[in-house]
């Protein structure tokens, strides 16, 4: 079927000339890196839609380098491809003083024989990877900083602590969802907005212009399968969501769970909703599965860009000072009503029957 292509569209490009304009004394380097980043999520979504065609399914073989990463978990083939494709993609131009990502323990350093610049970029090459092998959608999350002036000034290699600046410093965040269509999210701190890819002409259209999401939902997001750790208030905000009609909240709730944050987030900034992983007690060296600065804080800036919200649980993300690259943390996000509420359930001091589980709903002693 032939598609119509509407000519009154920005492309990526025209949109990111013409936030420019609106602020003259930008020197173009930002630019040139967000067309970077969006040319390796087009290789990246390449590969992924070749999958088994392109032999690049599976976890990733010892024989080509090792299959563990730093957090421990294993590497798949798509990992590893997506962390190099990000790094060859964006190394080269001068814009970068240096960057890090959920692949690589150590901060990446800018090889000599290219120039360095004034932004740090983290990221996470392939979110929600795990699905990779079911043909679920999975992702791209970016988060761009400023260098420290020094690492500027001197050009010195950059270490760890370059990269512990809090959420709100951020310059620019976005993520690359490969679903059914490749789309781009955006903030250069404006507002949110939505690109798809167009496969014919190869480049990301402006299609989802100022994104909002609701403050009111009925949808949320968690794996169930971790209750038995959860902490009380997150207990009681899923057991009223669970009530419905006949508990607290007076209304029936609708559950997913993708276990793919970046496509959860995307539902989330499409039509609203909350996505929970909380800081739980399953692992004492955990505190919460997803990491600070490559997850957290690039979809908590989406959030808060779009009219939602962000938090740990207990404060908002972007105020959070990182203490280590891979930090992990428990993460609330999506509909600001729902997050002001699970927030306010971490303040309010436990009622007896919550501290209780004996005499939570549906315990023996209730009727
Ligand atoms: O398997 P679980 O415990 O449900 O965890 C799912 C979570 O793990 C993640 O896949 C972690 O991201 P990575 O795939 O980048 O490691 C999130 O996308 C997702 O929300
Ligand atoms: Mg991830
Ligand atoms: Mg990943």
Redesign the pocket.
């Known amino acids: 079927m032939p598609l119509t292509l509407r000519s009154n569209r920005s492309t990526l490009t025209q949109f990111l000339i013409e936030e420019r304009r609106r602020f003259p004394s930008a020197s173009g380097d930002f630019n040139a890196l967000i067309l970077d980043v969006a040319l390796a999520c087009k290789g990246i979504a390449k590969a992924v839609a070749y999958g088994e065609l392109a032999g690049v399914m599976g976890n990733h073989s010892a024989e080509e380098g090792g299959t563990v990463n730093v957090?421990g978990?294993t590497q798949k083939t798509l990992d590893v491809l997506s962390n190099d494709v990000f790094m060859r993609r964006t190394e080269w131009s001068g814009n970068l003083a240096g960057m890090a990502s959920?692949e690589m323990d150590d901060p990446y350093q800018i090889p000599k024989l290219f120039p360095r610049g004034n932004y740090l970029i983290v990221f996470?090459p392939?979110?929600?990877?795990?699905n990779i092998d079911v043909n679920v959608s999975v992702g791209s999350i970016f988060s761009i900083l400023r260098a420290p002036q020094d690492v500027i000034d001197s050009g010195r290699d950059v270490v760890d602590t370059d990269f512990f600046q809090s959420g709100s410093q951020q310059v620019a965040a976005g993520y690359a969802l490969y679903g059914p269509t490749t789309m781009m999210v955006l903030t250069v701190g404006g507002g949110v907005n939505g690109f798809t890819l167009d496969p014919n002409l190869g480049e990301f259209m402006l299609t989802h212009p100022k994104m909002h999401i609701p403050e009111d939902t009925h949808e949320f997001a968690i794996?169930a399968s971790?209750s038995r750790f959860w902490e009380a208030p997150v207990t009681r905000y899923v057991d009223e969501c669970l009530a419905g009609k006949t508990g607290a909240r007076g209304k029936d709730f609708n559950m997913r769970?993708i276990?793919?944050?970046?496509a959860?987030a995307h539902r989330i900034l499409m039509r609203g909703g909350v996505f929970l992983?909380p800081r739980d007690t399953k692992d004492a060296s955990k505190p919460g599965?997803?990491r600070l600065l490559y997850?957290a804080n690039p979809v908590g800036m989406i959030m808060e860009q779009a009219g939602g919200r962000a938090s740990t649980g207990e404060m908002p993300m972007l105020d959070v000072l990182p203490t280590s690259l891979h930090q992990r943390i428990g993460f609330v996000f999506g509909s600001k009503n729902e997050v002001d509420r699970i927030e306010r359930y971490h303040r309010e001091p436990l009622k007896a029957e919550e501290k209780n589980p004996l005499f939570a709903e549906r315990s023996l002693f209730r009727d």
């Open positions: 957090q978990e959920e996470d392939l979110d929600g990877s795990s794996n971790n769970w276990a793919s944050m970046v959860e992983y599965r997803l997850e």
